[in-house]
Structures are given as C-alpha cells and as structure tokens.
C-alpha cells in the first residue's frame, strides 16, 4: 500500500456523498465507525471499529489508521479511494460551527482545530490567540486575549496520560506576557486585595518545569478574590485533576477543559446584566461577577463522550460547600450565559448530544445536585 506523504495543505475535503469525512490537517480522532473501503483498482477493505485505536485524517491527502494490534499505519490517499461505507450507519460528521469554517488554521490559529477550543472570536482586531507549548510536550495551553479589556476571554488545554504526570514543582514566576500587545502587569495586582487567579492551574502542568513556568503568564490570570480563588475555585480544580490522574478508577481518557471568567455582558434565564463589577482591580483589570469551567471527557473503553458545566459566583466570602455537583449545568446553558460556543470541533451530531443534558452527572461523573 502507497504510503502517505503528508503536505499541510489548509482547507476542507469531502470524499464524497458516502464518505463524509470534513477534517483540517492532522487531526486525530478517537471517534470510530466500521469501515469499508473501496479502493479505485477494484479492492475493498474492512475495518472494524474494535480493532482501530484512532484515525488521522490529511486534508486533501488522505488518512492514516492507528490499529491496536499493529506498530505500523495503514496509509491511504484520497486518489487511491471511491468510497467509504459505515455499514452500521453513516455517522453525520457534519459540522457547521467548526473554527476551520470561519478562520484559516496557520499560525496562531494552527491548533484550533483541537476539541478543547471553544469557537474563536470575530473580533481580531483587539482579541489575539496565544499558544503555550514545549518541545517536549506539546501544547501547554491556549488562550483568547482582549487586549481593549486587558482580559482573558478563556483558557483551554487538556489533560491525559503524557501531560499530567508530577515530575516537577509549583514555579510561583509570575510575569507580563509577551505574546500579547497590552498584557496586564505585576503592578496591576500589587495591594489591590485581589490575587493572581489561574485558569490553567499550576498543578496540572507539573509535567516539565517549562510548562508549569508557562502557567505564570498574567495571560492565564483572572483577579480573583482569594476566598474564592483558594476557596471553591481551588476545590473545583482538584476535583478535575482527580478525575485526570486517578490511577484506580480511570473516568477520562481525555479531558478537554475550558476555564473562564466573565468580561462581558451575561445572559442568567434571559435577563441580561453586566458580568463584570463596577470595582477593577488596581483601577486597570476587570473583575468577573463569575468564574466557570467548561469540561469534555472522552471514554476510550465506551467510545464515549461526556460534558459538563460548572459555574461559580465570584465573591469576597467562602464558600464550603464540596457538593460540587451544585454548581454544574449543560454546556448549552453554559453557552447561553456567556455567549460562548465550547467544544464547537466536534461532530455536530456528538455535539448536539452531550451539551443539552447532564443526566449522567452522577453516573459518569459521580456528583449530585442537593439543589436541583
């Protein structure tokens, strides 16, 4: 079998009416289907979705197929191909809201295509992506900046089995990013009775010293008021770093996470107020009304995915309530309150599935609502 040789070409490729397959380039998915192949000189070949462990598609060039069983690729170009048949059913990968749709994926852009990015804002005159990553590890995280707020709009990244290993310390190094026009300061914190807040929280990069120094830019910072930020926010991050690292009841393969906080209007049961408080910090940064989570988990051993919201009230007061369940909602909720469309890479029929119910709050994620 002709091997792929892979060229990054940027742009959408439909196989045809059978095939439905729209991916960018080089994007894995764990999302399988039985397969048949039919080749043009007359071949077919089957898969079944058992013995595939993932998929990579290149756009315009062709796919690669990881199989359980094998240390090497089956390779095939798209010109070598006429078809692709799902007996079962023919999955709907559509996906009309994917960032690829709006946005070219180079340069900043280059790793939006990944299911933990929310959908990217219109507005690039004032909003840049950053990408935090390493040699040695990839991508640390990503994040949408607003250099006319001076505000993080999300950070997102994802945690799994080659990232969230324990091999280094908390680097505490905070500093002013770079990457950013107008990034906030050391100064703007400076006795202003508001601390650093993360978003992508230290503790789950302590995979590489560089990674978890990366977790210092004020980029990935929100004022928090430290009751909430050592308080609910802390309690709520261990709790996703556990469903990460247990080794003894394995939930996600795969967590696709999104942290935020609020800089603009919210949307709370239709009615539309500030999300901010008329108080900055420092009279510079915002302060967010509320701080929330976005969160994606993929099951290898079910081949299934599973989403849930969680939002706090930012305020100066504790709050020790550890039935975390409390605060979750659906995404579509989620979007809804903020204007944000999360986890808009996946395939629209997955999509539309796991945003619009957490029925399965207690038996996947093993949380309860005291107060539904």
Known sequence: MKKIIST????????????????PDNIKTDKIYNMNITL???????????????????????????????????DYLYSQMSSIEYPESAPDLSNANANWNNFELTGRYAYAWGLEYPHLN????????????????????SLEWDNSKIANRWTCYTMHSKNNMKDTDRNDDFKADPDVTTSSQLNDYKNSGFSRGHLCPS????????????????????????????????????????????????????????????????????????GVYAEKCNNRLLVPKYFYMAILGYNKSSDTYHALGLWTIHQ??????????????TIDELEQRTGIDFFCNLPDEIENEVEAS????????????TNP
């Open 8 to 23: 990054l070409i940027i742009g959408l490729f439909a196989l045809n009416a059978n095939a439905q397959v729209i991916y």
């Open 40 to 74: 043009k000189d007359g071949r077919k070949v089957s898969y079944q979705k058992s013995e595939i462990d993932h998929i990579t598609f290149v756009t315009n060039v062709g796919m690669k197929i990881y199989l359980k069983a094998s240390s090497t690729t089956d």
């Open 122 to 141: 219109s507005n690039t005159t004032d909003n840049q992506v950053v990408v935090k990553k390493t040699d040695d590890y990839g991508v640390t995280f």
């Open 203 to 274: 503790q789950d990069r302590q995979c590489s010293v560089e990674q978890n120094k990366q977790t210092f830019f004020l980029t990935n910072m929100q004022p928090q008021w430290q009751t909430h930020n050592g308080g609910l926010w802390k309690n709520l991050e261990d709790k996703i770093n556990t469903w990460s690292t247990s080794t003894t009841d394995k939930l996600c393969d795969t967590l696709y996470i999104v942290k935020a906080a609020t800089i603009s209007d919210v949307n709370l049961g239709g009615e539309v107020s500030s």
């Open 316 to 329: 100066d007061a504790s709050d020790t309530n550890k039935n975390y369940g409390d605060y979750a909602i």
């Open 358 to 369: 957490i029925s399965d709050l207690t038996t996947y994620w093993g949380l309860t609502k």
